[in-house]
């Protein structure tokens, strides 16, 4: 009975290394394919799907014209899946991705997730609009006067 347990619990430890290795192979694959990407143009990440009904990511390279030069996808289920180019897109502006008036020739869960992005980017836009109006010249500073 002792050495059984052994065995499962090495299995276990085994599986679970296995894991981590294969986890982190993935995510130096796809940080290493945000950085390339980056090179391109602004890079945006959106998210589409649960746990239980299968995730999808959308990349999306913005130029400064603001129209997409790149989309590439990430869906699956396993630590096997890896970034693949969406054609198709390129050359819509971030107003007609987000615009559920304008047909994409792509998936509907795919939608929803450059949908994410978009709003993920036009969000990140505001808040730099009311940072810079808020302190129009950051290099002033009030320097109290001493009586």
Request: aromatic share 8%; proline share 5%; hydrophobic share 45%.
């Amino acid at each position: 009975m002792l050495e059984n347990t052994w065995v499962l619990v090495v299995g276990l430890a085994l599986t679970w290394f296995l894991q981590l290795y294969l986890t982190s192979l993935q995510m130096r694959r796809y940080y290493g394919r945000i950085a390339a990407l980056r090179r391109e143009g602004q890079v945006w990440v959106g998210l589409a799907g649960s746990a239980w009904r299968r995730r999808t990511y959308a990349v999306m390279v913005v130029g400064p014209d603001r129209r997409v030069q790149r989309v590439e996808q990430l869906s699956g289920w396993t630590v096997l899946a890896k970034l693949k180019g969406v054609p198709g897109v390129t050359g819509y502006t971030v107003e007609e991705i987000a615009d559920d008036s304008v047909a994409l020739p792509v998936p509907k869960k795919l939608r929803e997730a450059l949908k994410h992005a978009v709003s993920l980017m036009l969000a990140h836009e505001q808040e730099q609009q009311v940072e810079s109006s808020a302190d129009p010249d950051p290099g002033t500073s009030v320097v109290p006067s001493s009586l």
